[in-house]
Nanobody, 121 residues
Framework: QVQLVESGGGMVQAGDSLRLTCVGA??????MGWFRQAPGKEREFVAA????????KYANSVEGRFIISRDNAKNAINLQITKLKPEDSDIYSC????????????????WGQGTQVTVSS
């Protein structure tokens, strides 16, 4: 059974940093990434990484503050978030697909349950 399990969410203050982790089980993936969604809004692409070569793709809104990294040995990815803003408050979900690479931000096949990030001002 394929699973993606996120951890690391929580309640923080504006300006703080947070690290989210997603661990995959059941198979390895070609691309893993993060999406976020606020209540009543559409899910938004955040960042993705190609597991073979580490190439990355970021949404314009997070570039410079979010860093995605991979740990192939653990079949996992991390999302380091710095300088958190109240508008970063969302449910962050891990997603994965076979390929082809991180630059294509659609067609993710596997999804985690999500982890809540709440940023207070």
């Amino acid at each position: 059974q394929v699973q993606l399990v996120e951890s690391g969410g929580g309640m923080v203050q504006a300006g703080d940093s947070l690290r989210l982790t997603c661990v995959g089980a059941g198979r390895t993936f070609g691309v893993m990434g993060w999406f976020r969604q606020a209540p009543g809004k559409e899910r938004e692409f955040v960042a993705a990484i190609t597991m073979s070569d580490g190439s990355t793709k970021y949404a314009n809104s997070v570039e410079g503050r979010f860093i995605i990294s991979r740990d192939n040995a653990k079949n996992a990815i991390n999302l380091q978030i710095t300088k958190l803003k109240p508008e970063d408050s969302d449910i962050y979900s891990c997603a994965a697909k076979i390929g082809p690479n991180a630059y294509i931000t659609t067609n993710y096949l596997y999804w985690g349950q999500g982890t809540q990030v709440t940023v207070s001002s």
